[in-house]
């Protein structure tokens, strides 16, 4: 009798665990505040994702979740403080493409390793970047742009916001794959690019869409093509550089991680959560003023987009010999 009566009992214990809607771990979470790491100065694309997802996710998850800008390093500053936070959810961060995929191909020391150190928890957008040249450089397309520096490879340079930025890197690969030379000009910021390819002082440059297209529109660059796979929406009517390149796709993107080994039903909870965000009508409206696409992926997705980007930028700073000590 007692021997059933057990069995009743586990039995019991299954079809209770089986109607549970998540783990104790999930339900229980947070129970405190978040601590949100940016790994870059307020004011750019990182810092705003980060400030709406931390407001969406207070407001859904019952607890604040607090925006900590630690930039330095391009990112790994911040990120790094992320790797090394317990692994509880109770601290998580931003990252993109030069502190997750760059970085570690181009720092000689790094103080995290970006596919270990991380459990992914969403990617939330992908940014195009755009290619223009300043108004007196004659080009009106790629081939002609490429026509133009093969024929007179010591004349042309281009400027970017510093050795291995997405916008340094996109120049790169460009050269690799039409086998083109061009001089490396880095400054300190976008508007310093802007100021130096309007003026002539640089010949061309990529930066984000958002941020060209102004100058564009009033005639002091000239916009040869974006470096998305297909055409962005912001400019339809401007063709992607793939067009004329197969296989180009540089964009700036932007992910949500926590630390490794943070327990998998929270890491779920963050990503389903964040998928959601990102698709909020609100939240899209903004993302498509910059000229952003909401992605909002599964972990294990965001990991193998991840990886990969890893090994592509690899193969473009080594072929660049850019390298920070």
Known sequence: M??????????????LAALSPAPVEAQAYP???????????????????????????????????????????????GSAMVAKAPADGYTLGMGTVSS???????????PYDNLKDFAPISLMITQPNALVVNSKVPATNLTELVAALKAKPDTYSYASSGIGTSIHMA????????????????????AEVMTATISGETQLAFDNLSSVVQHVEEGRLRLIGVTS?????????????????????????????APAGTPRDIVVRLSQETQKIVRL???????RSLGAT???NTPEEFAAFMAAETKKWADVVKASGAKVE
């Open 2 to 15: 007692k021997r059933f009566f057990a069995i009743g009992l586990a039995a019991t214990a299954v079809a």
């Open 31 to 77: 129970d405190k505040p978040v601590r949100l790491i940016i790994p870059f100065a307020a004011g750019g694309t990182t810092d705003l994702m980060g400030r709406i997802l931390a407001q969406k996710l207070s407001d859904t998850m019952g607890q604040r979740f607090v925006v900590e800008n630690r930039a330095g390093a391009g990112g790994n500053v």
């Open 100 to 110: 997750h995929a760059i970085n570690p191909n181009l720092y000689a020391v790094m």
């Open 171 to 190: 120049a790169e690969l460009l050269k690799m794959m039409t086998g083109t030379q061009m001089a490396h000009v880095p400054y300190k910021s976008s």
């Open 229 to 257: 796979k297909e055409r962005s929406f912001l400019k339809p009517d401007v063709p992607a550089i793939a067009e004329s390149l197969p296989g180009f796709e540089a964009t700036s993107w932007t992910g949500f991680f």
């Open 281 to 287: 009508p609100d939240v899209a409206e903004r993302l």
């Open 294 to 296: 909401p992605v909002g």
